[in-house]
């Protein structure tokens, strides 16, 4: 497997993965991605900031994750505290978001593949951690998270989030 940056003219592939998992968070009776995000807008967005990553085997995407150095204002409003200092005006984290793996490919380690590459991704921009956020119904990333290492450091509520449950669990981990 190897980590890659997503192209523009992909768009509509990235579209075709990201409602895969939105079809698998159903499955699992999970709100999550069922309101309309991640956007096409929104991951136009990603892919035009540098910030959306494919994870390819054989020419085939396996799956994608947006990895960013910007931080997130979200965070903080986090109930709870981090492990690092940073905040959304001077970040020293960097920062997943829409962390897919396509299911028609099968199960073949690509969030742990996808979390490893953006680790490596933070340690080269010399920030302190990674952190990023679920749905408390989301017990597969739960789980995936605690695997890898992961702390809870609490909660947070989205803002003009349309989804039912707003509630988000933090997590992170020094690198």
Not at 10 to 34: C, F, P, T
Not at 69 to 94: C, F, M
Not at 97 to 105: E, I, N
Request: charged letters at 30%; a negative charge.
């Amino acid at each position: 497997m190897e980590l890659r940056k997503v192209e523009l003219s992909e768009l509509d592939r990235v579209m075709d993965v990201y409602e895969d998992g939105r079809r698998s968070l159903a499955k699992l009776g999970i709100d999550q991605w069922q309101h309309g995000r991640p956007s096409r807008a929104m991951l136009e967005a990603d892919i035009v900031n540098g910030e959306l990553f494919a994870c390819v085997e054989d020419g085939a995407v396996l799956g994608y994750v947006m990895f960013s150095l910007r931080g997130d204002a979200d965070y903080d409003r986090l109930e709870g505290s981090w492990l690092s200092e940073g905040d959304s005006a001077n970040p020293d984290y960097g920062v997943v978001h829409r962390l897919v793996a396509d299911s028609r490919t099968g199960r073949r380690g690509v969030a742990s593949f996808l979390m490893g590459q953006v680790e490596e991704l933070a340690r080269a921009a010399g920030v302190k951690g990674v952190r990023l956020d679920t749905h408390p119904g989301n017990i597969p990333m739960r789980r995936l998270l605690a695997k890898l290492s992961y702390t809870k450091c609490g909660a947070f509520h989205l803002v003009g989030c349309p989804e039912p449950v707003t509630e988000r669990y933090a997590y992170e981990k020094l690198v």
